[in-house]
């Protein structure tokens, strides 16, 4: 009696795989396209955003420390290039992985200013 009892649960447990293999094959496709398409104007403005992201935290530390120290706002100029240079890093880290990505488009032969990547 135990065995028909153990191979209605082994049915059970197939159906179970099989429903949520077919549940993860029906949701598969939206999560890559969601992921990895990312339109020019996308990328413009998150680059923006980290520039002006890394401005806005060095000079708030600068002006942060120059407020609690006392002293002229040097620190204000020396975190406000400091987070420049930050914003400048993560900017060109970030042009960086956007052109290492395949384009949406294909144009496999082709480089960014329309010639052939070859020449």
Request: proline share 3%; glycine share 16%.
């Amino acid at each position: 009696m135990e065995g028909s009892d153990g191979d209605d649960g082994g049915d059970r447990l197939k159906q179970l795989e099989t429903r949520i293999a077919k549940l993860r094959t029906a949701q598969a496709p939206d999560a890559p396209h969601q992921e990895e398409h990312y339109s020019k104007a996308q990328q413009g403005w998150r680059m923006v955003t980290e520039l002006v992201a890394g401005l806005v935290i060095g000079v708030g530390i600068g002006y942060g420390l120059d407020v609690l120290l006392g002293t002229t706002p040097i620190l204000l100029v020396l975190f406000t290039l400091l987070g420049f240079a930050a914003g400048v890093r993560v900017m060109m880290r970030t042009a960086a992985e956007f052109s290492s990505r395949p384009s949406a488009g294909g144009g496999a032969g082709k480089d960014d200013r329309g010639g052939d990547a070859g020449e």
